[in-house]
C-alpha cells in the first residue's frame, strides 16, 4: 500500500473533526447566550398568564379584569438596590400617565419581600399605586421573573406587549407607552 | 460445542446480529420501564430535578435555597396538586415562562437535539475510523517472505543435521 493511500484516510478524519469544530463553532455563535439583561419571552405577544392575588392592605386583583387599560406590572422587593434606584422614576411616569385621558394601571408586585417593608418604603418613597402580593411567587413563575427588577407592559387586550428587566427610566417608559398607544390608534 | 467452536459461531454474523437485537431489546425495556415516580412529592422532586434554578450556576430548583428556585418549586407543587398538568406540561409551562435555558436536560428537538446526535455521531465516526485503520496496519505488517529470505532459510536448513 502506497503511503499517499495510507494518507487518505487521515485527511478524512482530520476533515471530519475539523468539520465537528466548525458546526460547534456555529452552534455557539447561534444559539442564545443566555443574558438575562435580554427582555426577550415567550410571553411576548401571548395573552398575559392567569393573575390573581390579593392586594398588600386588603382586596383581590385579576388580570383579566383590567382589560381594557394599559398595564404595568413592576415587580419588586424592597432591598434590591435596582428597584429603590428606578423607583423615583416609576413615579414619575404614573405622575405623567395621570395627566393622561386614559392612563395606565400601574401595579407593582411583591417579589419575596415583607408587607411591612413594603409598606414603610411606599409611605416613604411615594408610589400610591396598588401592590399585588405574590406570597408563593406563583405570578413572578408565571412570568419568569427570576431577578427583580423588572416590568412588563400588558395591553388593553390582555396581551403582553413588553418585558424590561433592570432598571427603567420615565422617558423610556413615556415612549414607549407612546408609541404603543399610536400603534392601538392606527397611527403607529 | 467447545470454546473455539463458540467463539466462531459469535464471531459470524448471526452471534453479533443476537447481540445488538438483544441490546436493542434491553434498551427499549430500559426506556419503557415505568418506573416513574409515584406520589405527588416524588412528581414534584422528580420536575425539579429537571428545572434549572434561573439564578445560580448550574444548580437544580430542587438543589437551590434561591427564592426564585422557591417560587418555582411552590409552582411546580401547586400544578402537581391540581392534577391538570403531567410532568412534561409542567416543565413546558415553565420553559415558556422563563424560556428554554430553564431546563437542565436538553430537548431532543431542533438545536438542542445536537447535543444528544453529536456524541453518537463522532463515537460512531470515530469507531468506523479506528476500524479501518486497524485493518490497514494489520494487512501492513503481515510479512511477505522474499527471495532472498526463503534462500536464506534454504541455505540454514541445509546446514542443521
Known sequence: MSEQSMRR????????????????????????????????????????????????????????YRKGSWVILNFFNSTCVPCVREHPELV????????????????????????????????????????????????????????????????????????????????????????????????? | MNLKS???????????????????VLLAVGIAADNGPQTQQDRIDAISKRIACPTCQGESVYVSRASSAESIRNEIARQVGTGQLNDDEIVAYLEDSFGGDVLLVPRSTGLDALVWALPVAVAVAAIAGLTMAFR??????????????????????????
Not at chain 1, 447566550?33 to 405577544?45: F, I, V
Not at chain 1, 390579593?54 to 388580570?63: I, S
Open chain 1, 9 to 64: 484516510p487521515v485527511r478524512a478524519v482530520a476533515l471530519g473533526v475539523g468539520a465537528v469544530l466548525i458546526a460547534f463553532l456555529v452552534v455557539l455563535a447561534v444559539t442564545h447566550s443566555g443574558a438575562k439583561e435580554s427582555a426577550e419571552s415567550n410571553l411576548l405577544g401571548k395573552p398575559a398568564p392567569v393573575v390573581e392575588a390579593e392586594l398588600l392592605g386588603g382586596g383581590k386583583f385579576n388580570l383579566s
Open chain 1, 92 to 188: 414619575k411616569f404614573a405622575e405623567a400617565e395621570s395627566a393622561q385621558d386614559e392612563p395606565a394601571e400601574i401595579y407593582t408586585v411583591i417579589n419575596d419581600d415583607s408587607d411591612t417593608a413594603v409598606r414603610t418604603f411606599f409611605d416613604k418613597n411615594g408610589g400610591d399605586w396598588p401592590k399585588v402580593k405574590d406570597d408563593n411567587g406563583t405570578i413572578a413563575v408565571a412570568f419568569g421573573v427570576a431577578k427583580v427588577p423588572e416590568t412588563w407592559i400588558v395591553d388593553p387586550n390582555g396581551f403582553v406587549r413588553m418585558r424590561i428587566t433592570g432598571e427603567i427610566s420615565t422617558d423610556f417608559l413615556n415612549e414607549t407607552m407612546s408609541n404603543f398607544r399610536l400603534q392601538a390608534s392606527g397611527v403607529g
Open chain 2, 6 to 24: 463458540a467463539n466462531r459461531s459469535i464471531k459470524r454474523w448471526p452471534g453479533w446480529l443476537v447481540l445488538a437485537l438483544a441490546t436493542f
Open chain 2, 136 to 161: 490497514r496496519w494489520r494487512s501492513q505488517s503481515l510479512l511477505v517472505a522474499t527471495d532472498d529470505d526463503e534462500a536464506i532459510v534454504a541455505d540454514l536448513r541445509k546446514e542443521v543435521p
